[in-house]
Each structure stands twice: as C-alpha cells, then as structure tokens.
C-alpha cells in the first residue's frame, strides 16, 4: 500500500553521475551559457530567460554547491481497464544556502526515475532568494526582507522577519527549505490543510519566490535594464546554428 517504498530518500541521489557525456546544447541559451557569452545566472533572472535545460544550472554552480533533498514520496494511481496502475511522486528541493532554491516535481514507475527527474525539474525552476535585515542593517543578510506570503491549494504561508539568532520558527519541512535558501531566522506562520504535503512544500517555495516581488525603498534607484542577450548575440546565433564559424 505504498508503505516503505521510498527506498532512495535523502542527499545526493542521482545528482551528477551518469552524466559524463559532454553536454550538448539544445537551446539558444544553452548554447550561450557554454560558449561565455552569459557569466553569471543573475543576468539569466534579471532578463527573465527561460532555462530549459539543466545542465545550465551546474554551468554556474561548483560540483557540491548545490544541496538537493527529497521532501515527500508518495504513490499516486491511475485506474485503468487492466486494473490500477502504481507509480510514484518525488517532490525534491535543491538550494545552494546563499540565495538560490528550486523545487521540482516529477512522477516515474520507479522510485529513482522519480528523484532523478525532480532533480532536474528543480535545477530548471531554480529562483533567486532576497534575504534581508531585522532592525539594524549589519552584517550580512539572515532573514527575509519583509513578510511574505505563498499559497497553494488551500495552504496559505506566511514568512515573517526575525532577530538575528532567533533561527528558524518552522516545521521540518519548512525548515529545510528555508536553510536551503540561506536564512537563518524567520518566524512561519500557516493555515489550511498543511497535512498535504506536496502543497505545503510548494507554498513554502512560492513565499520564497515572492521576496523579490516586493520594491522596497533601496531598490527605488533608477536602473537601465540593457540589451537583451538574445538581442545582443542574435547574429551569434544565427551563425552557429547553421554550423558556419564561431
């Protein structure tokens, strides 16, 4: 009935081996990430690119810098004419503690199919993490900016800033993904049917997301936004896609 199967919970399952081929772009920016012309994954958010491809997510990040952690397994059932058909839903969260989380959510007939692939799902839907202060603005950022909320189905989280040292006011599982993103005090409140795992976590994600949607008075400075790299390297792309030179 589902009990004891999730065989493969845990750290670093299915993280980086297994692909030792080199990496092949199918996107055009996958094809500028591995050629240099965009260094940094801020400048991928700042002209909200679309990452297809998880491979350019570990273009940016060290071997070991992203942690990935299991959250929830769970048998999910189809009926069908032949009777019902079992497979299994892996939520998984990656984060690297200094401001970047991401959660994906795949389903696979076996139990590490199923991590292997929100693994991947999580590094595409990677997003940067605001962190903040509590009163005194010293030091580096601990806690989250401003109060924050994230729903999911009838889960409402709420993610309020705290004192340096009061560390993280929250359930486990909540717990986890706030570590993850690289704060370290939050008081949590929530409601509804926080039972529901899958919802819970992705509330908890969709708070986390919301920190950058806030624009607070340091951020009201006058920024010109650029060139899009799609725009700037246009002819880069058109003439690497036929093959013709780089």
């Excluded at 032949?82 to 389903?107: C, E, N, P, S, W």
Aim: a positive charge; proline letters at 5%; hydrophobic letters at 35%.
């Amino acid at each position: 009935r589902g009990r004891g199967r999730g065989r493969g919970r845990g750290r670093g399952r299915g993280r980086r081996g297994g692909d030792s081929k080199e990496w092949t772009p199918v996107t055009k920016l996958g094809r500028l990430v591995k050629d240099g012309k965009i260094n940094n994954l801020e400048e991928i958010f700042l002209y909200s690119l679309s990452v297809k491809e998880p491979q350019i997510i570990d273009h940016f990040f060290p071997e070991d810098a992203l942690d990935d952690e299991v959250m929830k397994i769970m048998p999910v059932q189809k009926q069908t004419t032949a009777g019902q058909r079992t497979r299994f839903k892996a939520f998984v969260a990656v984060g690297d503690r200094k401001g970047h989380i991401g959660l994906g959510v795949k389903v696979a007939s076996e139990v590490a199919n199923a991590i292997q692939g929100a693994i991947k799902d999580a590094k595409i839907s990677i997003v940067p993490v605001r962190r903040g202060y509590w009163g005194l603005n010293a030091g580096a950022p601990h806690t989250v900016p401003c109060k924050v909320t994230g729903k999911c189905g009838s889960v409402r989280v709420r993610f309020i800033p705290a004192p340096r040292g009061t560390g993280l006011c929250a359930s486990p599982s909540t717990k986890k993904m706030l570590a993850m993103a690289g704060i370290q005090d939050c008081y949590t409140s929530a409601r509804g049917h926080t039972r529901t795992m899958g919802n819970f976590i992705k509330a908890c994600f969709d708070a986390l997301k919301n920190t950058y949607g806030y624009l607070t008075p340091d951020l009201w400075g006058h920024r010109d936004l650029g060139i899009s790299p799609m725009q700037e390297y246009s002819d880069y792309l058109k003439k690497t896609a036929t093959g013709h030179g780089k």
